[in-house]
């Protein structure tokens, strides 16, 4: 199949570039792993669940709904349920969907992977029962489920809010909220929500919610383990300064049969890496991101990025990006002029500038604590797929590990199945610790497969005699 424009990811950032690029005349090909368009932020219920009647649709559903509506009214191919698992230097791309493998070769594509978010490890992280906030989002949004009957909610940036209500307005209790953050840097965030009310009344009230249903919330405090009890989880927590190190206090100890926490995002890489895009390291971004100019192009010719795999600034920020992506994309093919490349770019950086605002305060917040890392105890489990602790870790780097791709060689720390996107980011900083800097630590080299994939779905159906056999050499 060809197409002018091979959009990954179907979330804000690449719903929106579809749809501009559409409107710029190029031939649009949309494809995401999930069942239909709206990411993270507007994911939709499952087809086969029906939504209550007798309650409002929430700002968010109505506008994934709006979104998904647009789509298939523009009529833009999307191929949904559809897992790229390779991509080569010349843009083919290798998608295994419903009915197996097949390749694409666009002239361009467009990474708009969004995040992945980031679990600073403690002792018993990786227990039953102790999941992200993204995860428990997935439950409350799209599965109308709660993480537990009672759960604590920990960690760092607007997620604790969203969750902690989303858990209240399903029936569900909320033994207590954790917050890295202080109230301070809260409030230091006030002057990002200028011209957003809309955000200042959901904030006071998610925050009135959690007043009226009597949920401590404890800020500069941080999990320092969960253990199982019974059915359930101790769950101790203690203080920590501004860098996120831990603080000589009483601990104070908590009660809960599921844990929900998470310590920010980190940008979606994977498809950049694989094809040896240039990166640089910015904390506030969320960490490595792909170099790219003013219009979302990369290093690698006709591989464009937008969105918050190219630093985290939020959902509405991402569509923008989005947009604007496409515009470079319709420029650089041939379908628009410069004059009308730079009269309908105006508008979309405005709107990126205003909305950018609130979700670069965010990404700060969230953005990864140094004495979070130092603190981590030597005996934790850092890579889950692989079981790596954080002094297998150490002990490698003392060693002669000099970055992360060292590392994983001596430890296969980010060789297992999620290749590195759950731990990735917290090994790199424990590396960092000995090795001076996030940039002579270095990230993971992109490998494919981007996903797991089975040979048999590589492979597709066959049977012995479609494997060529040689004619044997003459004597």
């Keep these: 199949m060809t197409s002018d424009l091979l959009i990954i990811g179907a979330g804000p950032a690449g719903a929106r570039a579809a749809l501009r690029a559409k409107a710029c005349g190029l031939s649009v090909l949309l ?20 939504r209550r009647t007798d309650a409002p649709a929430s700002a968010e559903a109505q506008d994934g709904d709006a979104l998904r509506r647009e789509l298939r009214q523009a009529g833009i191919e999307c191929r949904f349920g559809h897992k790229v698992w390779n991509i080569g230097s010349d843009l083919r791309t290798d998608v295994i969907g419903p009915e197996g493998s097949v390749s694409w070769r666009p002239k361009a594509v467009l990474v708009a992977t969004g995040t992945t978010e980031r679990v600073v490890p403690f002792p018993g992280w990786t227990l039953p029962g102790v999941i992200g906030l993204a995860a428990a989002t997935i439950l409350l949004k799209s599965q109308n489920l709660l993480p537990g009957r009672r759960t604590v909610v920990a960690g760092s940036g607007p997620l604790l809010l969203a969750v902690a209500n989303g858990i209240l307005k399903a029936g569900g209790e909320v033994a207590a909220v954790v917050d890295l953050a202080s109230r301070g840097e809260w409030v230091g965030t006030l002057p990002s929500l200028l ?26 405090h941080a999990i320092r383990s969960a253990s199982q009890v019974d059915e359930g989880f101790a769950i101790r927590i203690g203080r920590v300064d501004a860098a996120g190190a831990p603080v000589e206090a009483p601990l104070v100890e908590l009660y809960a049969d599921a844990v929900a926490v998470g310590n920010g995002l980190v940008p979606g890489t994977d498809v950049t890496r694989l094809l040896r ?35 985290i600034a939020g959902a509405a920020a991402a569509g923008a990006h989005g947009e604007i992506a496409a515009l470079a994309c319709a420029l650089d093919l041939g379908t628009i002029d ?64 000099r970055d992360v791709n060292q590392l994983k060689a001596w430890t296969r720390c980010g060789m297992g199945p999620c290749q590195g996107r759950t731990c990735g980011d917290v090994a790199g900083a424990l590396v960092a610790l000995q090795a001076g800097s996030r940039e002579a630590a270095g990230c993971f080299t992109g490998r494919a497969p981007l996903r797991p994939v089975s040979l048999a779905e590589v492979a597709g159906p066959y049977t012995y005699a479609d494997i060529p056999i040689p004619k044997a050499a003459p004597l």
């Excluded at 981590?376 to 780097?397: G, K, L, N, S």
């Design 338 to 401: 410069q004059v009308a490349y730079v009269r309908e770019r105006a508008p979309l950086v405005a709107q990126w500038t205003r909305s950018a605002r609130f979700g670069r305060a965010m990404a700060g917040l969230m953005a990864l604590r140094g004495g979070s890392v130092e603190g981590i105890a030597p005996e934790t489990i850092v890579c889950r797929c692989e079981d790596v602790t954080r002094a297998e870790i150490d002990a490698a780097v003392r060693d002669g590990a």
């Design 195 to 220: 011209g957003r009310p809309d955000l200042v009344r959901q904030g006071a009230a998610w925050q009135w919610k959690l007043r009226a249903a009597g949920v401590p919330v404890y800020y500069r």
């Design 277 to 311: 895009a240039r990166h640089r390291f910015e904390g506030r971004l969320g960490g490595w991101i792909a170099r790219s100019d003013e219009g979302g192009r990369t290093s690698v010719p006709g591989l464009y990025i937008a969105g918050d795999g190219a630093g």
């Design 31 to 50: 494809v995401d792993e999930n069942p239909d368009a709206g990411g993270q932020v507007w994911r939709p219920l499952p087809n086969t669940f029906s």
